[in-house]
């Protein structure tokens, strides 16, 4: 009978053995062991083996965010022994802040963080997601404290890389490594809105006024430039009409002059083969021409003859004479 008693305790020992003293642990999670009440060793990944009774897994308080059907966070607290080594996001529920220029806005955050070290998560801090959670709170209220509205609305990016640093820093001590933090919404007071939205349109409305204005000044611009081209290009129409009038006049003035040349040049080889005086025949010719416009008009005019001049008509008629005589003309 003993033997059988014996035989069930040693059963009994070894199934509580497997029950407890056999951990599977997963990829990416830990176990904090503690030996009589103290830490004993962190578990890896695998199949880990503790001693029942005097080894006990140390559990943390860890806190759940749900979302229920209206769309609503629920938080939802309990004790977990595993500790997950994955990044963790955690949503903060909307907060109150106010700006350096006195606005209160609504502010919700997201927090991206990572443990690195789970003996000092564990014994470092007692509730690390209320820990985490109260100083992204007070960071984010000193560093929204420090900027204006407007420059809260568009530098995100600029409190993002504040909180990230500090909050880093600060829970460096409790094994946490801060990954990312990010705003996902900022909300003013309505009334901010309604100033905002019109300082929008005044702000569009200035937008388009200018871009009209700049519009005409360039429509402006190019017509003079087009009336400009257009007056060069019509005084240089005029500069090469005049140009080519010119050297048409001047071409018919040197045929003319040719011409009248090649006369005077036959001319005086005529006279002078018939014995005249070319000079005196030339100079005849002009007086005849300036006798005929002194004498030209409605009115009666008495002109006086030089004596000389009978001379030069008495050649000239002389001249015409043997120009006229068929010898002259052969």
Do not use: C
């Not at 229920?68 to 963790?88: H, M, P, Y």
């Not at 900022?186 to 871009?211: F, S």
């Not at 360039?218 to 010119?246: H, P, V």
């Not at 021409?289 to 008629?317: F, Q, R």
């Amino acid at each position: 009978m003993l033997p059988l008693v014996s035989l069930g305790l040693v059963v009994l020992f070894l199934a509580i053995f497997v029950v407890k003293g056999f951990r599977i642990i997963q990829q990416s999670e830990t176990m904090v062991i503690e030996r009589l009440g103290r830490y004993h060793r962190t578990l890896p990944s695998g199949v880990q083996i503790i001693w029942p009774v005097i080894d006990k897994v140390r559990t943390i308080e860890w806190k759940f965010i749900l979302a229920d059907i209206d769309g609503k966070n629920i938080v939802r607290k309990e004790a977990i022994s595993r500790i997950d080594l994955r990044e963790t996001v955690y949503d903060f529920p909307k907060q109150n802040v106010i700006t350096r220029d006195n606005v209160v806005i609504e502010i919700n955050a997201l927090l991206y963080f990572q443990i690195t070290d789970p003996k000092r998560a564990v014994y470092e801090i007692a509730n690390l997601p209320d820990a985490l959670e109260k100083l992204t709170q007070t960071t984010l209220r000193n560093v929204i404290g420090e900027l204006d509205l407007d420059h809260t609305l568009t530098s995100r990016d600029t409190v993002n890389r504040k909180l990230r640093v500090i909050l880093d820093e600060a829970t460096d001590k409790w094994g946490v490594k801060v990954n990312r933090v990010e705003l996902q919404d900022i909300i003013p007071p309505e009334d901010i809105k309604a100033a905002m939205e019109k300082q929008m349109r005044a702000e569009r409305d200035r937008r388009a006024t200018i871009l009209e204005a700049e519009g005409q000044k360039q429509a402006m611009i190019l017509q003079s430039e087009g009336e400009r081209e257009s007056e060069i290009n019509k005084a240089e129409g005029a500069r090469q009409a005049l140009i080519l009038k010119a050297s048409g006049e001047s071409e018919a003035m040197v045929a003319v002059a040719e011409a009248e040349a090649e006369a005077v040049e036959k001319l005086t080889r005529a006279i002078k083969e018939s014995g005249g005086n070319p000079t005196a025949y030339m100079l005849a010719v002009k007086y005849i021409e300036s006798m005929k416009e002194m004498v030209s008009g409605k009115d009666n005019k008495i002109v006086y003859i030089p004596y000389e001049a009978t001379a030069l008509l008495g050649s000239i008629g002389t001249i015409r004479e043997l120009l006229a005589s068929p010898e002259s003309k052969t």
